[in-house]
């Protein structure tokens, strides 16, 4: 079983979707950020299932909604989870970054 760490980008990326839903519907942003971490979770076994990121392939990334969670399988254990970004976000400008 890996074990998942946010990283810096992540968190922050949680944060701000959180503040942004908010602002619509706080059921709306109890729904979205609990499917998401349960994605995330999801990657504690099998994270190499999903494909890696065509732009950087050190990077594998699933989706969940309209959200895309880009993270990184280090080492034999550790996933690290580096962003989680909107679809419709200039996701290859975002990415250059991490």
Known sequence: MYQIKYMHG??????EI???????????TDKILQAINERIQ???EMPMRYPKYLHNP??????????IIFYKV???N????????????DIE???SGV
Request: proline residues 0%.
């Open 18 to 28: 959180e503040k942004n839903l908010d602002a619509k519907d706080t059921r709306l």
């Open 58 to 67: 050190r990077y594998r990334w699933t989706g969940i909604y309209n959200y």
């Open 42 to 44: 999801t990657l504690q």
């Open 74 to 76: 280090v080492g034999n």
């Open 93 to 95: 400008s975002l990415m």
């Open 10 to 15: 992540a968190r922050s990326n949680l944060l």
């Open 78 to 89: 550790v996933v690290e989870v580096h962003r989680v970004l909107h679809g419709a976000r």
